[in-house]
């Protein structure tokens, strides 16, 4: 199935898509008569520390006989990024209790992270038959968004704003979401008002201002306007790849390019798998006349995931360009001191839950 190309505003996408961070998770998720152990691992899960999440899970079940611990410990996997162990674990969970919503869940959020979004779209309406929430409707319409299916994305965005205070704090990732998707589908009148709104709600969000730099300027070619929200986010999380990532691609278009590149490249210190990263980098490159440089960099964009998580552009570029095969080895352009992945990334900020 062909993906739409869908440049990531803050998360890989997607957001790697897409980095998924802890969900809060739905009220159905939370188990009747749990344990004093589920209810700290819950604690710390909902205070952002997956990693004492996951050390308490894993000593649960070396104990045996807690298979609910497998659950929690794939959400504690899910919101680092580990989404292949996140899979596992939940598939695990779904093995030894069949009814568990909760396994269900975090496997559909694993999918998503790992870029099998038909199958993440498969199972999060599976979720939402046996328990409807507004929490699952917001990670659908994600997902529908990643594949460019744009009607059916406003569409649960749309029921779960029915589902709550739209005026209240909480609504602004919806209103966010609801706003990048009219973009998508045309409507900028639209697509403003509800990411100005989402900035309204929750001014000290900073995926907000990003979200509103993408698609509500940098969208419509203002690359300036999109500059200002961009700075406004990296003010509030001096650490956000995906603001660095489209504000360095910003400055290139206005002109700016060593400008422009000195950002991409902090961006990819402080998230070195990000696909996107790589293939800024190697258009810029080629556009720029350097195509050696370019297929090594536009290589390891596909070496990353590029095309599952945002469509064949890159693998086009490369047939068009490079004079091989899209799916010949990558040749690795030798990273910066620096940039090798620490896990240095830290959860962006923000009142409510992620994307």
């Given at each position: 199935?062909?993906?739409?190309?869908?440049?990531?505003?803050?998360?890989?996408?997607?957001?790697?898509?897409?980095?998924?961070?802890?969900?809060?998770?739905?009220?159905?998720?939370?188990?009747?008569?749990?344990?004093?152990?589920?209810?700290?691992?819950?604690?710390?899960?909902?205070?952002?520390?997956?990693?004492?999440?996951?050390?308490?899970?894993?000593?649960?079940?070396?104990?045996?006989?807690?298979?609910?611990?497998?659950?929690?410990?794939?959400?504690?996997?899910?919101?680092?990024?580990?989404?292949?162990?996140?899979?596992?674990?939940?598939?695990?969970?779904?093995?030894?209790?069949?009814?568990?919503?909760?396994?269900?869940?975090?496997?559909?959020?694993?999918?998503?992270?790992?870029?099998?979004?038909?199958?993440?779209?498969?199972?999060?309406?599976?979720?939402?038959?046996?328990?409807?929430?507004?929490?699952?409707?917001?990670?659908?319409?994600?997902?529908?968004?990643?594949?460019?299916?744009?009607?059916?994305?406003?569409?649960?965005?749309?029921?779960?704003?029915?589902?709550?205070?739209?005026?209240?704090?909480?609504?602004?990732?919806?209103?966010?979401?609801?706003?990048?998707?009219?973009?998508?589908?045309?409507?900028?009148?639209?697509?403003?008002?509800?990411?100005?709104?989402?900035?309204?709600?929750?001014?000290?969000?900073?995926?907000?201002?990003?979200?509103?730099?993408?698609?509500?300027?940098?969208?419509?070619?203002?690359?300036?306007?999109?500059?200002?929200?961009?700075?406004?986010?990296?003010?509030?999380?001096?650490?956000?790849?995906?603001?660095?990532?489209?504000?360095?691609?910003?400055?290139?278009?206005?002109?700016?390019?060593?400008?422009?590149?000195?950002?991409?490249?902090?961006?990819?210190?402080?998230?070195?798998?990000?696909?996107?990263?790589?293939?800024?980098?190697?258009?810029?490159?080629?556009?720029?006349?350097?195509?050696?440089?370019?297929?090594?960099?536009?290589?390891?964009?596909l070496d990353r995931g590029f095309t599952a998580q945002y469509g064949d552009e890159v693998k086009d570029l490369i047939g068009a360009s490079c004079g091989s095969s899209p799916d010949a080895p990558v040749v690795p352009v030798?990273?910066?001191?620096?940039?090798?992945?620490?896990?240095?990334?830290?959860?962006?900020?923000?009142?409510?839950?992620?994307?």
């Amino acid at each position: 199935m062909h993906k739409s190309t869908l440049p990531p505003p803050y998360l890989s996408p997607m957001r790697s898509v897409v980095l998924i961070m802890a969900a809060v998770l739905p009220i159905f998720l939370l188990a009747q008569g749990e344990t004093r152990q589920e209810r700290k691992v819950r604690a710390q899960l909902a205070k952002g520390k997956a990693y004492p999440a996951i050390r308490i899970s894993s000593g649960m079940l070396g104990k045996g006989d807690h298979p609910e611990f497998y659950a929690l410990r794939a959400e504690g996997y899910n919101s680092i990024a580990e989404h292949a162990k996140a899979e596992a674990d939940a598939r695990m969970a779904i093995r030894l209790l069949p009814d568990s919503v909760s396994g269900l869940y975090q496997l559909a959020l694993a999918e998503q992270g790992l870029g099998r979004l038909d199958s993440a779209a498969i199972h999060l309406r599976m979720v939402l038959e046996r328990a409807p929430g507004t929490e699952v409707r917001y990670r659908l319409a994600l997902v529908e968004q990643m594949q460019g299916n744009l009607p059916e994305g406003m569409r649960e965005i749309d029921k779960a704003l029915a589902e709550v205070d739209a005026t209240a704090p909480a609504s602004a990732r919806l209103h966010r979401v609801k706003g990048e998707l009219a973009a998508m589908m045309g409507d900028s009148a639209m697509a403003r008002k509800q990411l100005d709104k989402a900035v309204e709600l929750a001014p000290s969000d900073p995926v907000n201002y990003n979200s509103r730099g993408f698609y509500g300027h940098a969208w419509l070619g203002d690359h300036a306007g999109a500059i200002a929200d961009y700075d406004r986010a990296i003010k509030l999380n001096p650490n956000y790849s995906y603001a660095f990532n489209n504000r360095g691609w910003s400055e290139y278009k206005i002109g700016e390019t060593d400008r422009g590149i000195k950002d991409i490249q902090r961006a990819r210190r402080k998230k070195v798998h990000n696909p996107y990263i790589y293939r800024n980098l190697g258009v810029i490159a080629l556009e720029t006349g350097d195509t050696a440089k370019a297929c090594m960099l536009l290589r390891q964009a596909l070496d990353r995931g590029f095309t599952a998580q945002y469509g064949d552009e890159v693998k086009d570029l490369i047939g068009a360009s490079c004079g091989s095969s899209p799916d010949a080895p990558v040749v690795p352009v030798q990273p910066s001191q620096g940039t090798l992945d620490r896990k240095t990334d830290q959860p962006v900020p923000r009142s409510n839950a992620p994307e």
